[in-house]
DNA sequence: CAAAACCTACCGATCGTTAGTTAGGGATTG
DNA sequence: CAATCCCTAACTAACGATCGGTAGGTTTTG
């Protein structure tokens, strides 16, 4: 676990915040997950506000790519605003965890700027794509591209979050098709 | 603070939980804001569990007044439906604050099942309201009226969520109006 | 006077964080 | 070649703070 144990725990720290929020993760469990000792995380993060800013950061960076992938393999625009709200379900699945950004942006209170920064950028990245997205597919006008992109992006957390408090994908099933019918998703 | 304690450890804790949320909520701040000592709040509430589920199933008793009596006093569905993001805007104004239940959807796994069930219970509420309201207005089928009633509990509750993560109302205003552009919501 | 409301003084657990130490591998040097 | 040095990555042990909660006494009030 050497070389890698950053990775490791950037890993870990991301699925506990998914699950439980920046102010559920817990230095001891954490490092009981990795198999190593609590101490030991601050030879890889000066602090909990260093390991929660490069969780996010690394979250968006790697939503980031996923994204573009996505595009880039189907090369169809509007397979792509079909299948965007896949990876928010896929958190469901996993043990009925949220967006990263969603917490945060719950916890924002509470948390460092360095992580609402971080969080921030989630969005941020969604948001530009789906606008690129959107223009694309000649669904929106370019001027309101952005703000379409925003309501997407916002509809499709606040999905998430209800299927949550229900633990049922289903119930985000539901949401993304009634989001379809009415107008604001693609058809 | 003697017939009313109950009363006003309630609303702060609501306060409280709608800024840092359930796990926010500490008995020895919750007791220096309301006067008196943390442990007199035991007084009133047998544990932690039973205050938070208080402070929910008050707060959705609450909404489902408030949005009764804005029906009787409109008498207006399709106006109805255009005041509805209203109650979700004044979280924001004050001190950006979070509905209760989305906060405590995002805590889902860290919560009491006794919490967990009323909030969810404002979920309820809302969306029944709102089913109602759009079967009046005329807006969608009968049948379809759950399905666009909960589209539009989670749309809003994401327009919320987002605006809070910019500290900025009027993302959520401009949001509300892409919806209402889109045609999620009645224009 | 009795009940309701509130108090002081704790308990054990957990939190993020710090100090100081150890084991081992790679590089430097006599 | 061998001894020395330094670095990484981990460790043990504890710190002060805060948490929800409890026991039992005191004050306020109808």
Redesign the pocket.
């Known amino acids: 676990?050497?070389?890698n144990?950053k990775e490791t725990i950037l890993a870990a720290a991301r699925k506990t915040a998914q699950a439980h929020g920046y102010g559920g993760?817990?230095?001891?469990?954490l490092?009981a997950e990795v198999g190593?000792?609590?101490?030991?995380i601050?030879?890889?993060f000066a602090?909990?506000?260093d390991l929660g800013a490069a969780v996010a950061r690394r979250y968006w960076e790697d939503i980031a790519v996923e994204l573009d992938a996505m595009l880039e393999k189907t090369g169809d625009p509007l397979e792509c605003l079909r299948l965007y709200p896949s990876t928010f379900r896929r958190s469901l699945e996993d043990g009925n965890r949220l967006c990263l950004c969603s917490f945060m942006s719950a916890e924002y209170a509470n948390l460092p700027e360095t992580v609402q920064r971080e969080a921030r950028g989630f969005a941020d990245v969604n948001v530009a794509w789906l606008a690129k997205v959107l223009v694309m597919a000649g669904a929106v006008k370019p001027k309101e591209s952005e703000a379409r992109a925003r309501a997407i992006f916002a509809a499709v957390s606040g999905a998430q979050l209800y299927a949550r408090s229900r633990s049922d994908v289903a119930q985000f099933d539901s949401l993304i098709e009634s989001y379809q019918a009415s107008g604001l998703l693609p058809a």
Do not use: E, F, G, V
Request: aromatic residues 10%; proline residues 0%; charged residues 20%.
């Open positions: 676990m050497s070389t144990a993760l817990s230095y001891r469990d490092a190593i000792k609590a101490a030991s601050y030879h890889h602090s909990k506000a």
